[in-house]
């Protein structure tokens, strides 16, 4: 059975031009952790998605990157996403 995603990852994956949107449009990604990140010079998915290139497509420093911002399973959920979206959209 493939795993449950939610409804703010498929529709996060579903569009090219999401990494453009605010960095609260990425599952795991609420209010308050949005904010955290935006006091820290993160304001958009395009932002953590380049951060995911620079940790090489590295799901466990990504992971360790978010949980400043995110809790451990927000941070996982983020970190799929984001992985789905750069192999879809920018390839593997």
């Known amino acids: 059975m493939p795993p ?4 703010k ?16 449009t990425l599952p795991g990604i609420g209010l308050k952790a949005a904010e955290k990140l935006k006091q820290n010079d993160v304001k ?5 998605v380049d951060k995911y290139l ?4 590295d799901h466990t420093q990504l992971i360790d990157w978010l949980k400043s911002y995110l809790t451990s399973k ?8 984001i992985s789905e979206w750069t192999t879809k959209y920018i390839g593997k």
């Open 54 to 57: 620079q940790f090489e497509r």
């Open 9 to 24: 990852h498929a529709s996060f994956v579903s569009s090219p031009n999401c990494w453009q949107s605010d960095v609260a």
């Open 74 to 81: 927000g941070a996982k959920e983020c970190s799929a996403c």
């Open 4 to 7: 449950k995603i939610s409804k």
């Open 44 to 48: 958009t998915a395009s932002e953590v």
